[in-house]
């Protein structure tokens, strides 16, 4: 078992919660109070997820969890842009980094026993 903080998925999704709490500081008070801090929730929850699944027998599950996570982040990123308050370039970025995610939960899904 490889020490979770060496994971590519670990690596990027922390990278990713960082960008978010950048990018929720430039957001209109409601915004950030409500949409930020779930963003902040999710992305934490996707870490943790990213965590137990790593130490656990159990990887399907967690893992399952984790893309129920990004999914949940990517709609709160849409939302996020669709409301004005996320710049297209800031957008972009998150999404290629989103997607960087999901294809490593994917394939690590595919890989777990």
Known sequence: MALY???????VAYD?????YRLCTNME??????LGERIQKEMTEL???????????????????AKENI?????????????????????VSVNE?????SKQLTAWGKSAI
């Open 5 to 11: 903080e060496n994971l590519p998925v670990y690596k």
């Open 16 to 20: 990713l919660l960082l960008q978010v």
């Open 29 to 34: 008070r409601s915004y950030r109070y409500s």
């Open 47 to 65: 870490i943790l997820n990213i965590y137990r699944a790593n130490s656990s027998r159990e990887k399907k599950t967690y893992i399952q969890a």
């Open 71 to 91: 999914t949940v982040v990517r709609l709160l990123f849409r939302v996020a842009h669709d409301s004005k308050q996320l710049q297209v370039k800031h957008f």
């Open 97 to 101: 980094q989103i997607e960087s995610i």
